[in-house]
């Protein structure tokens, strides 16, 4: 392979580069459109709920936008709650209240807030817990009526039987009663419809809430950390609204080795981008090594071949014979085609090589015509 062959290949592969580095430029552009586009959106959505006016923040979070920033300093100070390297604590409470106002799913409120599912489960279980610990402050506890009590709308009552009068109860002694007689499903049933089951034995407390919503994010964020901005489309169906998909999960692990410290996405861009051109460089080096040792390879095989070494000698005795340009071409072509015409040649005299090569030409050029002829 000659020198002009080799620098042709390189400047094709690195047009091809150059081709692929600016596509991926350009995805990763568009990406970081679509991200800053969905922010700005969601900043809109998040302003015009929570300070606008107090008849939106009503309507939407059930709450005015005094109460709201008073409840989100409760979480934050007595709940516990924190906010996120992409999401405010304001955020995050809009988040809960909203769900809980309008009674939607997972992806509703992720399609309302452009954010992946997987961010609106975690941070309504943050916010669930942070609420769970305000019981104390947002929960009144019932106070028995005390006997000395002079409430006039109480009085009345007490002592009193909890029937009306004139109400009449069936009575039936002849009904066989129920002692000894199997009811099915008697147990599930029970867990069911048992009146108890709120604020008797076996019932979930605040406390006990608390405790094991805690476990339980613990368990969850074992092997997960909080995602950067969310890539996700807003328009990609879920397959389940309500849960975490293992696919977020693995790609989320993927792109936690990748992740860099620059919070700059156009940054972070440029640095990929380098970093595939130094990568693109180091290959075009080895590859432009690998056709330096292919050419030098062949132009020793080329004069380390006798045929060739034997060629070059008898195209030079031609010359020096003073044979004219045409002649020697029609010498080379009858030693191409007959290589035992060199070795003859050198195996002459000198005197009598002119001769014949001269024979050989003339041999040649009858052999032409009788082709012709033909």
């Known amino acids: 392979m000659t020198f002009r062959g080799i620098l042709s ?29 969905n922010r700005e959106r969601r900043m809109e959505n998040l302003n015009e709920l929570i300070r606008e006016t107090d008849r939106k923040c009503i309507s939407e979070l059930r709450m005015d936008r005094r109460t709201f920033f008073i409840l989100c300093e409760m979480l934050r100070d007595v709940g516990g709650l924190k906010a996120t390297r992409n999401m405010t604590i304001e955020e995050i409470v809009a988040h809960f209240l909203y769900t809980l106002a309008h009674h939607l799913k997972n992806r509703t409120i992720g399609r309302f807030f452009f954010r992946s599912g997987e961010t609106v489960s975690r941070q309504f279980n943050l916010c669930l ?9 947002l929960l009144k506890t019932p106070e028995p009526i005390p ?12 002592n009193c039987l909890g029937a009306l009068d004139g109400t009449a109860i ?7 009663g129920l ?13 069911v419809y048992s009146k ?12 006990d809430a608390v405790q094991n919503l805690e476990e339980e994010l613990v368990r969850v964020n074992a092997n997960d950390e909080e995602d950067g901005e969310d890539m996700t489309s807003v328009e990609t169906p879920r397959r389940s609204v309500d849960s975490t998909s293992s696919s977020s999960k693995k790609r989320k692990k993927e792109w936690k080795g990748k992740k860099t410290s620059s919070s700059d996405p156009l940054l972070d861009v440029f640095n990929e981008v380098s970093g595939d ?3 693109a460089t180091m290959s075009i080096g080895k590859m432009a090594q690998a056709m330096d040792r292919e050419a030098s390879n062949q132009e020793k095989a080329r004069d380390e071949d006798p045929q060739q070494k034997l060629r070059e000698k008898a195209i030079n005795e031609v010359r020096r014979l003073e044979f004219t340009g045409s002649e020697v071409i029609k010498a080379a072509g009858v030693f191409v085609r007959m290589p035992d015409q060199m070795g003859m040649l050198f195996a002459l005299p000198e005197p009598l090589r002119r001769e014949y090569i001269v024979d050989m030409l003339r041999d040649e050029a009858a052999r032409r015509e009788r082709e012709r002829s033909k």
């Open 9 to 37: 290949s390189l400047v094709v592969t690195y047009y091809y580069v150059w081709l692929l580095m600016g596509l991926a430029y350009r995805r990763k552009c568009l990406r970081i459109e679509r991200r800053l586009r």
């Open 129 to 137: 817990l942070a609420v769970l610990k305000l019981q104390h402050l």
């Open 147 to 158: 006997e000395n009590s002079t409430d006039n709308t109480w009085k009345n009552f007490k």
């Open 170 to 176: 069936k009575n039936n002694p002849d009904a066989k």
């Open 179 to 191: 002692y000894g007689v199997s009811f099915p499903y008697y147990d599930e049933l029970s867990m």
């Open 196 to 207: 108890d089951m709120a604020t008797g034995e076996g019932a979930e407390d605040m406390t």
């Open 277 to 279: 051109l130094k990568v």
